[in-house]
């Protein structure tokens, strides 16, 4: 058992995880150079021994188009002989297409997804997935046909738990129509102090009792999360009063705002995943988080339709 930590945690479905999950996109997808299998591994093993029992992935996450897969290669050759293997969970999503030349789109297509799925049943080594998201909309296909899909594949015993991204109120609330009660676990988009147009999506989850999972909760891989300090005064003057990063105090924040929130940050660096685990230990007074809520900036809310 190489746990080293434990960590405060949070039902998510039926399981129960870390309170804060590590986002593997930076493993395989946005880095230049990329990290290479050993870094992947020292990232991901510095997350379990910070207490993180939660992975977050996807089929897109790869170098190329013709590496699809290659992050959820990565996430299972790190995991290979962790002890307490069963109580680390790892999530995946599909639906989201790359075709020669990088070319981009989206595939809802029952035989697409089940190709999509048992290709991340390989790359993960597992028999069954902890939970699939179905990866953004297909807007060419009726969204609740899609969700009867996903539906089918848990019946099948192929996935333990579903999940959706980039989805809209209406869009949950399908979900929730298709899947039943409690059926539907979680809903990932994006949230963070930049980028704050997924608070209806998750007040409405809070509401529900669906976990809400943000993807770039600390702002994103392409400077955000280095930038949080300052781009809003405000998280580098709490930060500052806590003796933390600012980064740690964007994820308190966040945890703050529900029970039922889960913030996956991305990692490429065993220091990254450290100093974002420790958020869970960091009690926010309300002042100050009324401060933080007045902070940041909105964005158009159309940007992770």
Known sequence: DRYRRTMKTRQLGPFTVSAIGMGCMPLSLGRDPMPTQEQATATIHAALDAGITFFDTADI????????????????QALRGIGNRDEIIVATKGGITRGEGETWGRDGSKDYLRRALEHSLSQLEVDCIDLYQWHRPD???VYGEVIEVFAEFKRQGLIKAVGISNANVEEIEVAQQVLGEGGLVSVQNEFSPRFRCSLDELTYCDEQGINFLPWSPLGGC????????????A??????????????????????????LIPIPGASRPESITDSAKAVDLVLADD????????AAYHDPQVHR
Do not use: C
């Open 139 to 141: 807007r060419w296909k």
């Open 61 to 76: 996450y790869a170098p190329s188009w013709d590496e699809m897969g290659h992050n959820e290669h990565v996430v299972a």
């Open 288 to 295: 100050e988080i009324a401060l933080l809520d007045a902070s």
């Open 222 to 233: 392409s400077g955000g999360a280095a930038a949080i300090g300052s781009q809003f005064t």
């Open 235 to 260: 998280f580098e003057d709490v930060a500052r009063a806590h003796g933390v990063s600012p980064q740690q105090v964007a994820l308190a924040w966040e945890l703050a705002k529900s029970d039922k």
